[in-house]
């Protein structure tokens, strides 16, 4: 079965957020059909620099089966938007699976789609987004959370790790190992420790 993934990608989004996961799903592309989403279409600047074109619009109505939403700067300014708010808690409806990289985990958060579960986010802006989920589980420690149809990572490359995962569970541990190996990636394994979690720690004290 070929599951649907909208990457939803706005102002200000994480490079590695998006195309690490995209390295590693198009690894099956008889599993996965990936497609850009935006606001409107067209290039949408990454915080990066460079941009990427959005095929579709949120205002589209088309269904995902996976969502994947990323971090980056352009978070800050997401969550305060309602049109993304909404296509995310309509998304979530009828999604298979929520995905979340980064400080994407704040725009799940603010739409409510956390409330009561167990999430992670980046840990160098840890607090900012935790602040938009108050009743959300929030585990510093994780690497990735997977709870129930919702995955939400660490920062940045954590992306991968909770990829690999989400395709363990799908396709068994040989394909995402597989995966791996053809993005010549290190995977950590361990969801539930996130080596980075200390360093982020002593920088940033609570």
Not at 30 to 39: G, P
Not at 95 to 102: G, H, I, L, M, Y
Not at 150 to 166: F, K, R, Y
Request: hydrophobic share 45%; net charge negative; aromatic share 8%.
């Amino acid at each position: 079965m070929t599951l649907s993934v909208g990457i939803l990608i706005f102002q200000g989004f994480e490079v590695l957020d998006v195309f690490g996961p995209v390295e590693l799903l198009a690894t099956y592309p008889e599993h996965f059909e990936i497609t850009m989403v935006a606001e409107q279409r067209g290039a949408i600047r990454s915080a990066q620099g460079p941009s990427c074109i959005a095929e579709e619009a949120i205002g589209d109505g088309r269904p995902y089966d996976m969502i994947l939403v990323p971090g980056g700067q352009g978070t800050r300014t997401q969550v305060g938007n309602p049109a993304v708010m909404r296509w995310l808690q309509t998304q979530a409806v009828q999604a298979q699976w929520v995905t979340s990289v980064c400080t994407g985990s704040a725009l799940l958060a603010k739409a409510g789609l956390l409330d009561g579960r167990k999430a992670t986010s980046n840990k160098m802006s840890f607090k900012w987004v935790a602040s938009q989920g108050p009743e959300v589980n929030w585990d510093y420690g994780a690497r990735w959370v997977e709870d129930g149809n919702i995955l939400t990572s660490s920062g940045v490359s954590a992306g991968m790790d909770m990829t690999l995962g989400l395709i363990a569970n799908l396709h068994g541990e040989k394909a995402a190992e597989d995966a791996a190996l053809w993005a010549e990636y290190s995977w950590h394994r361990d969801a539930a420790t996130d080596p980075f979690a200390g360093a982020w720690e002593n920088l940033h004290p609570a």
